[in-house]
């Protein structure tokens, strides 16, 4: 390890209701490769936001390269040599390797763009990164991990000092990993600060220095990896008790009927031969990596998108779902893990919302009984304990948890037996997670089923009572909650073909 | 300010309205000290031009209550204005060439404005195009049809003392001297109407929110395709209606035109407050809009300019409203 090159100091932001950083550090050196973690909602992405510019920090400083620096877009941080690898890719899939490599600062002949020589640029790249890519293959012919080499070899093109990997494995092959790690070695040989952001345990033993954890916004630590274990790492993560412990057993009877089955679901390459029951009074957990297959399952079980084939039997009945209309019909309800583009109107209020669904239930005639809307919009605010002044008040103005309600709100006003949570506390604060949970328990005492979709390993351990595992497209491992661990799981969900 | 907005009454009927109504005032007093200063003789404070000022708002607030439907839903239709020139056209045709009913010719522009409105929801919602280019074609076909129709002769329904002239009596009946607006009293009814359905109805309900967010609608198992098709049909049928309205100002039809009508429709829906990216509409903002678009007619008329200026003015209303529509909706953000 060298010199210190980007030392943060006591980095400060709030969003309205959420103090999403307090008093974070991180200091990074020359040729070190710092693993940033913590579990989804730390505060981790935020802080690599706020460094880059994307976000403004309330308070705090940021010393890069012996100075002070502010950034105010991604840019600036970009032209000083500090560049994000993203989790999600940021490629152009129509446009060539090289032109997405080069894009916003293409190598002009003249008034045009000059492609042959932003290919030979592109390969000399590649070449001194080992990596083989043609420079002239359209982007979206790669695969995930080819796609992810060359935004490396993108944030290396600009003469980067500090780069930011943002859980990069997430959706590659253990072969792809290799290849990564042999990157991030050299790069660390080459003397570069390397921040590296990810979930996974056993990466952050092999490829990492230092390791800096962060919890619920805050900054816990910082060790030295090689002298430190995975326990180490794992209690400063985890460290409190809001969450419950995972359950131990089913809490659903031997004998309950089965309200939902489906199978051999089929829906392009992200849902492949799925077949599964739902019981009545179970909350069946989908767990999985990135990119695994669980929403589309879920989206074409719902009928939001095309399916291919594939049976839906509820209450034992064979039913024909085409669209999100023949679903609801059917008493299944769908909460999107997109809230705002899927699941709300944000510029209407709360009571409309709570009755989209369900609105023929609110006529007089033709007209709309607002009375009554009002009225049941009001009871499933104060049944959930939605935070609001009001059910006029609109649901652009709630928080993350408050809307996630409202969309509960939706579907319980329709009396939907059969409720798809798609991660149902993402973008959720630690305090509101727990009354979703709550609320989620009730629920399925009440008799009705949930399939929980969810990334967080502590959600899927803490809340279902059966597990489904998937990978690629696949069903690749059904467990009971009993005989469930978070290695188990973990194998299943990085069983590919 | 902050006390005018948080009024009762203001509330009510909205500070943008307020805002618009004393614009609508101003604009007034503004023509009737300008145009004697401009053009001697030109008397703009008189019932008569008040009147002549309505004929224009009639048929425009029509095509503009229609199309204020399409655009909730973040839609937009060009074609209102040929459609509502190519329902007169065939109808008007058929009256006086062919010597058809005129309680049915007036049936039939109707039913012209609804068909078309049939044909660009349907294009628009199930086969998926975008409703501007959809509405750009189907504007050429409303023009060329009607064109056709016509054999590219122009047409003139009767006058209001010829045998069949008595529609005529829909937009003003002449009392003495003193013409009544009738087609004031048929605007606002109708007015009355669309705003019971955009804030009171099922329709109204969730066109708006398709405006705002059509996946989410979808995903909530809404028909959101039947519910958008109907804000197409609507603006149709209204652009039928206005057909009507505009053959009782105008006697004279001719083949071909229209299309400068669909803009200024548009611009009076949007300075009514209607957001051009849907989930926003008012009724009465449309109303008032339409009114200031006939005002500026009338007032650059009776200053003896061209009507071109008319075209520019509104043109620059537009754009302010749309950018101050814009800079309030990324505050809100």
Redesign the interface.
Known sequence: MGDVILTMKGIDKSFPGVHALDHVDLEVRKGEVHALMGENGAGKSTLMKVLTGIYSKDSGTITYEGREVEFTNPREAQDAGIVIVHQELNMMGHLTVAQNIFIGREIMKGKLIDDKKMNEEAGKLFEQLGIDIDPKETMSRLTVGKQQMCEIAKAISHEAKVIIFDEPSAALTEAEIEELFKIIRDLRDKQLGIVYISHRMDEIKVITDRVTVMRDGGYVGTLITKDSTKDDIINMMVGRVIYEDPKTESAVPEDAPVVLKVEHLNAGRMVRDVSFELRKGEILGFSGLMGAGRTETARAL?G?DPKESGDVYVNGTKVEIK???D???CGIG?L?EDRK????????TIA?NST??S??NF?KG???DKKKENQAAQEYVDALKTKTPGVDQLV?NLSGGNQQKVVIA?WLV?NCDILIFDEPTRGIDVGAKSEIYQLMNELVAQGKSIIMISSEMTEILRMSDRIVVMCEGRKTGELDIAEATQERIMHAATLRD | MEKIKQNAIVKKIGFNRVVLMCVLILLYLLFALIAPMVKENANFVSFARILSLLKYAYFMGFLSLGVTFVIATGGIDFSIGPVMFCGALISGYLLTSKGWPLILCLVLCILVGTAFGVLNGVLVSYAGLPSFITSMASMMLAKGIGSVFTKTQSVNWPQADEPGGWFRNLIGVKIGATEIPTGLVLLLLASVICA?ILN???AG??I??IG??R?????????TKRWETLAYIICGTLAGMAAIFYVAKNTTVLPGLGDTFNNEAIAGCVMGGTSMTG??ASIGGTLIGVLIIALLQEGIMAMGFQINYQYIITGLIVLTVVYADLRSRNK??
């Open positions: 719902f939001a669209t999100p209309q679903a609801v019909k769908y999107s583009r899927y699941g709300i109107v944000v510029a209407k409309e989209m669904a609105l023929e006529m033709a007209f709309i652009v939706k329709r | 019971v009171k109805t099922m309900r969730y708006l929110c705002s967010n996946e989410a609608v979808r995903l909530s198992g809404v028909n989930g926003v809100r953000n």
